[in-house]
């Protein structure tokens, strides 16, 4: 009986250990997705013409999934697969550091989403709080600014 439990243990940490494999291959496509298409958003929306957003790592500041600098505009940009209450403050933190080390640049913070969870609403707050624009991602082209 012992050894069968020892087993079953192994064979969830191997299947925990994949599942943690598929999300994070899939939080990649996302952010890729999202990269791709939302410059057309913040074209018809924010009047700026980007070509790319890139994934950057800024020293003292952290990882934006999506960033561009236009003349003294900064668009910094978060992706998530979903949406929650620590995710929003992680990204506040970010950009209250990004807005520290470029204090001469004027900065809209990005985020943008697919699934909905129990604590979505009240991330979607706490980012509004901030002014962040929260985009909800359906696919492709397909932003839907939540407020």
């Given at each position: 009986m012992r050894k069968d439990q020892e087993d079953a243990w192994v064979t969830i940490r191997h299947l925990m250990s994949d599942v943690g494999g598929i999300s994070r291959s899939l939080g990649k496509l996302l952010e890729r997705d999202v990269r791709h298409y939302l410059p057309m958003w913040i074209k018809g929306k924010l009047g700026f013409n980007v070509d790319k957003l890139r994934r950057v790592v800024i020293e003292n500041v952290g990882e934006f999934d999506g960033y561009v600098e236009v003349d003294d505009w900064i668009i910094a940009v978060e992706v998530k697969a979903t949406l929650?209450?620590?995710?929003?403050?992680?990204?506040?933190?970010?950009?209250?550091?990004?807005?520290?080390?470029?204090?001469?640049?004027?900065?809209?913070?990005?985020?943008?989403?697919?699934?909905?969870?129990?604590?979505?609403?009240?991330?979607?707050?706490?980012?509004?709080?901030?002014?962040?624009?929260?985009?909800?991602?359906?696919?492709?082209?397909?932003?839907?600014?939540?407020?």
């Open positions: 929650r209450i620590r995710d929003a403050n992680d990204f506040i933190n970010r950009l209250a550091r990004l807005r520290v080390i470029k204090a001469n640049k004027r900065i809209t913070a990005v985020l943008a989403y697919v699934n909905d969870v129990k604590e979505t609403a009240e991330a979607i707050k706490v980012l509004r709080t901030y002014n962040v624009i929260v985009l909800r991602h359906h696919g492709e082209d397909d932003f839907e600014e939540v407020t």
